[in-house]
């Protein structure tokens, strides 16, 4: 298991307890993750930072689960942006990609990124991909588009947890992402009211996650900046990282089971076929030769 100190640059999330286990606590560093994520899809700073939150809470969201468990998270939307999809597993593997990913407003009131102008309203699915027959599906509304406020109200509604949530993206003006992290805190079963009044107050007083980690803060600093006197134990610590699953060989199953009338359709219109990856842009082409296998390896699944 990678161990980060706070001289290490590299994306990683800590879970921990705080207050003797009143409060189940996360932070992660996802600088790299979600500027992987921009450069792959070509992401405006607008589009980068919708999409660097969500990949931040679906991280948060994979590491609680077990592997070979994963998660999905859709946010489907209104807004110009119209979509995000994003996936975890409990390793700290993320990918993710967002319908419009050019979407490009002016900045808000605050001078910041709209994000919540790019997303509007819409709903906020998420899938859990335990193992069993059936996912377990949960889903509210969207109450604000800023992405970390429609956790909050996810957990809250959908999971009866008490959340804060808070996740930030700071973009470089020349589109790059210079910083990307986030925090989570929930308030376990039987939490003292000091220890909600104290939680409540941090929360308040928080700095603004994406300045926190261009300051230097790794993830057990995103901690402490949260829980004051509140004494932390640290459960976990794991890297992050933008990866995809997809390979050639998935999208050559893909191909044949389109069967064998419209592959040898393909060959004979096209020569030639080319399919891109949502999730991280990969390209994969295939040739006349290529098709022909794959034509035969159809027909002779069809007899």
């Given at each position: 298991?990678?161990?980060?100190?706070?001289?290490?640059?590299?994306?990683?999330?800590?879970?921990?307890?705080?207050?003797?286990?009143?409060?189940?606590?996360?932070?992660?560093?996802t600088?790299?993750?979600?500027?992987?994520?921009?450069?792959?899809?070509?992401?405006?700073?607008?589009?980068?930072?919708?999409?660097?939150?969500?990949?931040?809470?679906?991280?948060?969201?994979?590491?609680?689960?077990?592997?070979?468990?994963?998660?999905?998270?859709?946010?489907?939307?209104?807004?110009?942006?119209?979509?995000?999809?994003?996936?975890?597993?409990?390793?700290?593997?993320?990918?993710?990609?967002?319908?419009?990913?050019?979407?490009?407003?002016?900045?808000?009131?605050?001078?910041?990124?709209?994000?919540?102008?790019?997303?509007?309203?819409?709903?906020?699915?998420?899938?859990?991909?335990?193992?069993?027959?059936?996912?377990?599906?949960?889903?509210?509304?969207?109450?604000?588009g800023?992405?970390?406020?429609?956790?909050?109200?996810?957990?809250?509604?959908?999971?009866?947890?008490?959340?804060?949530?808070?996740?930030?993206?700071?973009?470089?003006p020349?589109?790059?992402?210079?910083?990307?992290?986030?925090l989570?805190?929930?308030?376990?079963?039987?939490?003292?009211?000091?220890?909600?009044?104290?939680?409540e107050?941090?929360?308040?007083?928080?700095?603004?996650?994406?300045?926190?980690?261009?300051?230097?803060?790794?993830?057990?600093?995103?901690?402490a900046?949260?829980?004051?006197?509140?004494?932390?134990?640290?459960?976990?610590?794991?890297?992050?990282?933008?990866?995809?699953?997809?390979s050639?060989?998935?999208?050559?199953?893909?191909?044949?089971?389109?069967?064998?009338?419209?592959?040898?359709?393909?060959?004979?219109?096209?020569?030639?076929?080319?399919?891109?990856?949502?999730?991280?842009?990969?390209?994969?082409?295939?040739?006349?030769?290529?098709?022909?296998?794959?034509?035969?390896?159809?027909?002779?699944r069809?007899?």
């Open positions: 298991m990678a161990v980060y100190g706070s001289g290490d640059r590299g994306d990683h999330l800590v879970q921990a307890l705080l207050a003797d286990g009143q409060v189940r606590a996360m932070a992660a560093v600088t790299r993750t979600v500027e992987e994520a921009r450069w792959r899809h070509d992401l405006s700073p607008t589009a980068a930072a919708a999409l660097g939150r969500t990949l931040t809470v679906t991280a948060f969201l994979g590491a609680m689960l077990k592997a070979p468990q994963k998660v999905s998270v859709e946010i489907v939307c209104d807004g110009p942006i119209k979509a995000l999809h994003a996936q975890a597993d409990a390793e700290g593997r993320v990918r993710g990609y967002v319908d419009n990913p050019h979407v490009d407003l002016p900045v808000n009131a605050r001078g910041k990124l709209d994000v919540a102008g790019a997303v509007g309203h819409g709903t906020l699915y998420v899938i859990r991909d335990l193992g069993l027959r059936e996912p377990y599906r949960g889903f509210v509304p969207l109450v604000s800023e992405i970390g406020e429609d956790f909050a109200y996810y957990f809250l509604h959908s999971e009866q947890t008490p959340s804060v949530v808070a996740v930030g993206v700071l973009v470089d020349d589109h790059r992402v210079r910083a990307a992290g986030g989570l805190l929930q308030v376990m079963p039987g939490a003292s009211e000091e220890v909600i009044s104290v939680l107050q941090r929360a308040r007083e928080l700095p603004p996650m994406s300045s926190a980690v261009d300051q230097g803060k790794d993830a057990e600093g995103l901690l900046l949260a829980a004051g006197d509140l004494d932390v134990r640290v459960l976990r610590r794991l890297p992050v990282q933008f990866k995809c699953s997809c050639r060989e998935r999208f050559e199953r893909a191909l044949v089971a389109l069967g064998e009338e419209e592959l040898r359709d393909m060959l004979e219109t096209d020569g030639s076929a080319e399919l891109v990856c949502h999730f991280c842009s990969e390209v994969y082409r295939f040739d006349a030769k290529d098709l022909a296998a794959l034509l035969k390896a159809a027909s002779y069809q007899q």
